[in-house]
């Protein structure tokens, strides 16, 4: 789809004309753009962002959490005598006020927010020491929420990480095979099911209240931290859709299963693919570290399972997405979705193994 993207820029409330706006990132989501403007003489970039509205249905109560949630920061960083347009995602609001703007003519909602300058979101971990700082990004910003009045919160994406309605979504998608795509998976749906017991544990604990509920970040893959260029340390953490309640073994659980992975999300060659001890004790260091005394016992118990438990979701996910006709995950290629739930698969298998050691570091940090 073409864009009028000079119109649409120009709807929000920053000085300058707009010069390129070029896809950008490799978030599965949405669509990303980086926009460089001219403001008098000086490029300036942002980014601009097309809303999901497939799967965000209510863009004004997405757009309201996130403001809320930007706001709140911004002013937390502010107190600290941090630099908010840095280490916050920042919205620039549109000329009337809004968080984001609907385009008449190709009905997209796009939002803009400031460009995190000098920083990266890698892809990969290149470096330990990068893990360790998404792990200190991800623990300093639950303890950051921990002050913020969780009742603002609209729950845009409800049950997100509710394994058991997860669950209930794959063996509808199972029963209905809309494109015959079974009978190629048969192994990995009998991994899926084989495996259904994991799915009530922590949706039982929370539920019952032997568990907290706190306000989560619920996708914090490494790409959804700014890290500085330079120095290696973190920045900020973005990619704010789905922050709502849920419980902090989601959010370590989720880092584990994309950073410790040696291999791609997608990598055909399953060779490539193990799951990283090594890695793992350097986010638990790092999380566990900035969490200090706010971790309960049963949360402790269960960050290790939960790194399972994430994977075993996602895996879940990637393989019904597939089954549904690839419709939920951007792909870039055919069987990019088999690939994802396969590598997912594999890192289960060696977790598994590795449980009760996973479970010693936690206990050591
Ligand atoms: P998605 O929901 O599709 O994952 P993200 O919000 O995570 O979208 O954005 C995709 C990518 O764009 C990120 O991984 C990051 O590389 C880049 N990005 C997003 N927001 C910013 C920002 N404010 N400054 C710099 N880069 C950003
Ligand atoms: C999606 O938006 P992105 O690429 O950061 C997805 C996550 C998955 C992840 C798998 C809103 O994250 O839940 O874990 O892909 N986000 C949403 O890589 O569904
Ligand atoms: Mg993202």
Redesign the pocket.
Known sequence: MAYDFKKIVGRFALEGELVSCER???????E?YLAVVNDRGAEVKY?L?RINTNLFKEPDKLMNNIRLVTEFSREKIKERGGNPDRES?SLVYAKDGAPYIRDEESGGCFRV????TD?I?YQTVEKPEHFYQSAVAFGDFANLLAQFDATQLYEVLPGFHDTVKRMGDFERSLAADKFGRAKDVKKEIDFVLARKEYCGKIVSLLASGKMPTKVTHNDTKL??V?LDAKTGKYVAV??L?TIMPGSICYDFGDSIRFGCNTGAEDEPDLDKVHFDIGLFETYAKGYLGALGKSVTPAEKENLAFGAILMTYECGMRFLADYLDGDVYFRTHRAGQNVDRCRTQFRLIEEMEKKLSEMNAIIERN
């Open positions: 950008y990132g490799e978030g599965h989501i949405n990303t980014i962002q995602l927010y400031k460009f995190i920083a979101a790409n959804n700014m973005i990619d859709d």
